[in-house]
Every structure is written in C-alpha cells, then in structure tokens.
C-alpha cells in the first residue's frame, strides 16, 4: 500500500489511539501503520490529539530528585497513576515533551555530565547523548517537527540549552547551545538575549518551530531553532501591577500556535499569538469565576470571593494554571487539580493535590504528553526489553 490507496488515505486521518488498536487486525495493517511514511502522513491530516498530562514534584531545599511521576490522562475512563520511565537505563527528571517525543535528564548527582534522553514511550524507544552538569540556572528544551523533518529516512531534533548568565556590567543575558540529532554534537549560538526576567513554569514550549520561555517579567523569550534569533516578546498584559492581586499564568501550544493564559479576579482569560512581527495577540476565551463556580457548585466554594481578597505574601495562589494544550488547561483550585477545556468551559476533577505526592507546590514540572507513532530513527537509538508500566498504556 501506498499513498495513494484507499485504505492509506482512510487509516491516516484517524488518531493515534485509534491506530493503536488497527495494528491488531493483520500484519499487513501493522506494517503500514507504522511506515514512516504513514506515520508523517498521519501527523500531517490528523495533528496529535493531548492524550494527557505528566506531573513531577521538586524537592524543596536539596539537589535530590524526585523519581516518581504521576501521570494523568485525559480520557475520562482512564486513571491518574503513578509512573516511571522504566524502559530508560536509570531514573529521569522529565524536562520536556515535543509532538510525542519526551526529553529527560538523569540525576544531577549521578555524575560529572547529565545525560540527556529523548525517547518515545510508546515504543520504548530512547536515544541519549551528554551534556556538561547542568545547574539551576541551566534550562534543556527539546524542538522536533515531523513536518519540517520527514521520518522517512531519520529522525531529526534538537535539543537547546539556555543559560542565564551576568557580565561585568552586571547585565543579565541568556545563551544558547544547541544538539542536533544528524552531528550527535552540540554548537554554541552566537546569539545572547539581554533579560533580568527569570524563566518560570512552562519551560520550552514548541510552536512554528520557535521555542518559548515564560519569564517572571511581563516578557516572553522566543527562541528560533533553525535561525537560531532570539526574541523578547511582551505578554498581552504586560502591565500585570493593574490587577488586585497578582494573576497566575502560563503558556502553551494549541493548533500550532502560542497561548497566554491567565487566572485572576476577572477570571480564566485565553490569549493566542497570530504574529510574531508585530507580536499581535487574539483574544480568545474568557471566563468569569462566578460563572465557573455557579456552574460547578459542587466543586468550588466561594471561589470568586476569595480570589477577590488580597493574599497573604508567600501564600499559595487558590487558582494556579499549570499547563495547557489543545485547549485542555491543567489547573489547581485550593487542593484540588482539574482539566478545563475552554471551548466547551467544562471543568473535570481530576485528583486531589496531596496524592501527588510530599512536594507538589514547589515548582512542579507540568507537561503536556501526545502518544504518537513517530519512530526514533537515530544511528544512536537504544531499545531496551525493560516492560515496565509507561504512558502507552493508557
């Protein structure tokens, strides 16, 4: 079969979920399933629908890492679990996620480098390649796009690494390094941005082959993979000190394009990036929160009210957004994590915070996950027969 069948053109606008359970039917359907060139046709009609969200708790006051991960999928019939990349030679840090592929570190005190893994969970398939020790001011993104990269011979990515450093005029600029999956080698960019923002959650965030950072500031540092510019980019609402208390926020890629999210006393509020030049943000969603709590009055309780009081310092946002994708926000309320799907503004519970684990506040990793049958066709790809429980399961 070929591209021009029938059964080719029908098989490949389905999801990858679906495809999953096609490959039982025969042989032949398996193979063509996962033809590289099936598979880039696939991505290119279907996209990757969100299968769900990785959560990863951080230690507080030391350099240990938590191994654990707790994984949440989106399908109402499926579970929250708690997981581990079982496949991989040693236990990972979850950095990233990309059109399918996860970007992982080892521990930092394993040894003098890092080692650096992109892998596939579905398959088990994983590739790794080493950096110098990473520290707290070192940030590892991962760019990959089965459109620009045909599957069909290699499996190409990057790897970008962001470092915030000070010269002697005390100017803060961020650097970038870069690994290419073709040389197995990293370069250092000449470009430098010049910011005193610090990088917050949401670390990474691919969209039109830019990657994105949220900073601290009322900025948004892009970077271009290929062109290898930088650019700082205001928010939609860049004068945050305007609001009572200060708004949670993060970002995100839905339908190719960056999101700006929002949760303040006016309430869940969506923005998408239509340009870059003239960095021309849409608005796009807005929700009040005595809308959302009448509509849900059995699982929030003056919410409105106590968004509206003023917050004691240090203490915990009662509305925090912590990822959002393919218009599903990952969201905790008081103690309680939910999905929010802003075009149908349905809220769905999803598990309370303290089964996340001793450490769910401090600075968590959220991210996005898409099953996907993108192989990872890398002369330095590994397998391993390890069957532990991973995130295809679901």
């Known amino acids: 079969m070929n591209a021009g069948d029938i059964l080719f053109d029908v098989l490949s606008r389905l999801p990858t979920k679906t495809l999953l359970e096609m490959r039982l039917v025969s042989k032949a359907w398996d193979r063509l399933i996962l033809?590289?060139?099936?598979?880039?046709?696939?991505?290119?009609?279907?996209?990757?629908?969100?299968?769900?969200?990785?959560?990863?708790?951080?230690?507080?006051?030391?350099?240990?890492?938590?191994?654990?991960?707790?994984?949440?999928?989106?399908?109402?019939?499926?579970?929250?679990?708690?997981?581990?990349?079982?496949?991989?030679?040693?236990?990972?840090?979850i950095l990233q996620s990309c059109n399918g592929l996860v970007c992982c570190r080892s521990g930092f005190r394993?040894?003098?480098?890092?080692?650096?893994?992109?892998?596939?969970?579905?398959?088990?398939?994983?590739?790794?390649?080493?950096?110098?020790?990473?520290?707290?001011?070192?940030?590892?993104?991962?760019?990959?796009?089965?459109?620009?990269?045909?599957?069909?011979?290699?499996?190409?990515?990057?790897?970008?690494?962001?470092?915030?450093?000070?010269?002697?005029?005390?100017?803060?600029?961020?650097?970038?390094?870069?690994y290419s999956s073709e040389t197995g080698t990293w370069k250092e960019s000449n470009e430098v941005c010049y910011s005193d923002g610090n990088l917050l959650k949401n670390k990474g965030i691919y969209a039109k082959g830019v990657l994105h950072w949220l900073t601290d500031t009322d900025q948004i540092l892009a970077f271009d993979t290929e062109k290898e510019l930088s650019l700082l980019m205001p928010s939609p609402i860049p004068a945050l000190e305007m609001f009572i208390n200060p708004p949670g926020t993060c970002i995100g890629e839905s339908r190719g394009l960056l999101h700006f999210i929002i949760i303040c006393e006016d309430g869940?509020?969506?923005?998408?990036?239509?340009?870059?030049?003239?960095?021309?943000?849409?608005?796009?969603?807005?929700?009040?929160?005595?809308?959302?709590?009448?509509?849900?009055?059995?699982?929030?309780?003056?919410?409105?009210?106590?968004?509206?009081?003023?917050?004691?310092?240090?203490?915990?946002?009662?509305?925090?957004?912590?990822?959002?994708?393919?218009?599903?926000?990952?969201?905790?309320?008081?103690?309680?994590?939910?999905?929010?799907?802003?075009?149908?503004?349905?809220?769905?519970?999803?598990?309370?915070v303290a089964s996340l684990g001793p450490n769910p506040y401090v600075d968590p990793s959220a991210i996005p996950y898409s099953l996907s049958l993108i192989p990872l066709n890398v002369s330095l790809s590994q397998s391993d027969s390890n069957n532990n429980t991973n995130p295809s399961k679901n």
């Open 35 to 93: 033809d590289p060139l099936f598979v880039q046709a696939q991505f290119q009609k279907s996209g990757l629908a969100l299968s769900g969200f990785m959560f990863q708790e951080k230690y507080q006051k030391c350099l240990d890492d938590i191994k654990t991960f707790t994984y949440m999928p989106i399908d109402a019939d499926s579970k929250v679990q708690k997981m581990v990349f079982g496949f991989l030679p040693e236990d990972v840090v």
């Open 110 to 178: 394993t040894r003098q480098s890092t080692t650096i893994y992109v892998c596939n969970p579905l398959f088990k398939k994983w590739v790794s390649f080493e950096v110098a020790q990473l520290d707290r001011f070192s940030n590892i993104a991962l760019a990959f796009d089965p459109i620009l990269n045909t599957v069909n011979t290699a499996t190409k990515f990057k790897v970008v690494r962001i470092q915030q450093l000070e010269n002697e005029q005390e100017e803060m600029y961020y650097t970038f390094e870069i």
């Open 268 to 352: 869940i509020i969506v923005w998408c990036l239509d340009d870059y030049f003239e960095t021309k943000w849409t608005h796009k969603h807005s929700k009040k929160l005595q809308v959302i709590e009448d509509e849900n009055p059995n699982m929030f309780f003056q919410l409105y009210k106590n968004m509206q009081e003023k917050r004691v310092a240090g203490m915990d946002p009662c509305m925090d957004p912590l990822a959002f994708k393919d218009e599903v926000l990952l969201m905790r309320v008081y103690s309680t994590i939910y999905f929010y799907h802003t075009e149908t503004s349905k809220v769905m519970e999803v598990c309370s």
